[in-house]
């Protein structure tokens, strides 16, 4: 890459300002962890091996009932458009309920924790669940008339209700579009719009530190900015978190809103039939962030998306019928849809859903729950894991529950808070597992399998099964392991959890995600497409990856992916802003934060009420996710000779890093005069 490029089409990456720790030594699982574990046979990753991909796919295919097995395991046609199990016929919902109905009806599939402490939790077996998702999916397919191939919005809160909800849609084919409950009413908006829904499904209210939150008044908001953009949502249906009882402030609107609690009673006792689903149908649709423009709709398929979940889900997460697993993300968010609901119930877990925030009312709340539940799988967070340290660092050993097996995900563990996790919440048994992988892959892309493979602190570990990470640089050579050098991780085949298309726009597929190293655009030949994570990582000469973060303009917030492009244009609605930048920042507990840089429009004074008004823009257009740590009201940007803000400067200043060379720029005498603002007049580095 020539330096030209390198000032002006690459500025700030994560990759350039991530930590660097050192290797750390291996970690070895216990005796009793192994003996009990699905996974215990190192011949899996022979069986598994690059030269006999796509066969071995069958290996999770066959974890699933089909109503008709299928025919091609992988059809390429179609290139890098990949269609998994095809001729085959299944449905999402038989095989996370009914089937299980023989043998586990009376077990709990659902244990939903109401953030407060007096309000009792509810177990909702299988039985009750099949139950409910045939009466809910009645009033889909009944009032509203939905059918297979309908896209359906939600924007439900952590309740039981949004399994329920899931699952409905899933039995009739529909594509369920679930947006993080924290998110806006406008971010909800652009959401309905791009995937065409005509029903908002939502609740009235929920609980957040303590506080019955209105939730109801997101979706008017949503309705009203999805009209304005051309799509009018038909009717929004209402849950309410107090069955019987509306809990939120703001009023129904006549004519569109139902209350589904009012609803149902003409569905008790309804059973829907299961659709026979083709296995690549879309299941769902989840969004997230890009470098550029709007959020992108992955879509998920049927029978491959299911297919990686349950497999992965045996193999590394170890879930087994008998175990109660806690995965304390979001439904909202993919790990959600993978791993709270589709993955563990494929497998007849016992799944536990929480409401509230983890360090609410007090540091101890997750180990009461583990406790009270006798939770032995656990899944979260960096992000969570520094929060309870920092609030309760002793508090795990107050509680008398025991782990077997825990997860961490969505961004680089630093090994001292990896070892607090093992020792502490852990308390030295449980293995730990790493687990790097993105909304577009439906399932683990690295992590060791853990009664095979030692743990790496620090480390994600090697590709999982049948995954075959390859890294390369930017002139496409292969950096090999050991080298010591990072590059960009691609994964060199398909795997049936992978999303099929960017919804609608299969281009904007094509060129994010293969176009960068794809050998041959014509080629039907899998070998040809590489799969850009968009990610920079190094691998160690034992083949673990050790990811360092993101190679683009996206930042990862408390795990979660913010495009950068996205917080810009949200600044850029508050008419006196005429430019804005955003960087990553350093956080101590949410790993990064964003960092607003703006100037203002000639003649217009800086002020701190405008400084606020950007801010609160954000939060209407995105959601508090993304509200910026601090906005910066600059007398310029610092800008190449061509005019490109140069977001690394600014990314330096904002870390207290060195800003490096700046004489090129066309205003060079701008990076002093930031630096004293946001460092202050000693240049103390923000993050110390
Ligand atoms: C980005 C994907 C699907 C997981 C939830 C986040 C980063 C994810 C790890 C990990 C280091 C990680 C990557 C990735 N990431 N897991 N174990 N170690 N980094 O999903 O919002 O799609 O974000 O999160 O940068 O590209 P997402």
New binding site residues.
Partial sequence: MSEKEKGESIETS?AEIAVHWAEEGFVYPSAQFIAQANMTDPAVYDRMALDKCPEYWKEYADMLTWYKYWDTILDTSDAPCYKFFKGGLINASYNCIDRHLAQYKNKTAIHFVPEPEDEKVEHITYQELYVRVNEFASILKNDLGLKAGDRVTLHLPMVGELPVTMLACARLGIIHSQVFGGFSGRACADRIVDSGSDYLITMDAYYRSGQLQDHKEKADIACDDAAKDGKKVKKVLIWQRYPGKYSAKTPLVEGRDLIINDMLKKHYGARIDPVQMPAEAPLFLMY??GTTGKPKGCQHSTGGFLAYVTGTSKYIQDIHPTDVYWCM?DIG???GHSYIVYGPLSLAASSVIFEGVPTYPDAGRCWRIAQNLDVNIFHT?PTAIRALRKVGPDEPKKYTYHFKHMT??????EPEVWKWYYKEVGKGEAIIV????????GGFL?STVPAIKPMKPGS?GPGVPGIHPIVYDNDGNIVPAGSGKAGNICIQNPWPGMFQTIWGDRDRFVRTYFERYCKNPKSKDWRDWPYL???AAVVAADGYVR?L??IDD?I?VS???LGTKEIESAALTVPEVAEAAVVPVKHEIKGKEPDLYIALKPGIKSTPELAKAISAAIVREIGAIARPRKVWIVPDMPKTRSGKIMRRVLGAISNGTDVGDVMTLANPEIVELITKMVQGEEGKPVIP
């Fill in positions: 994560e997230t962030s993300a968010w993919i790990t967070a961490t995900v969505g961004e680089p563990i790493d687990t790097w992988w993105q909304t577009e892959n690295c994600a994570t968009g990610d990811i973060g993101r996206v990862n795990g979660h992916r």
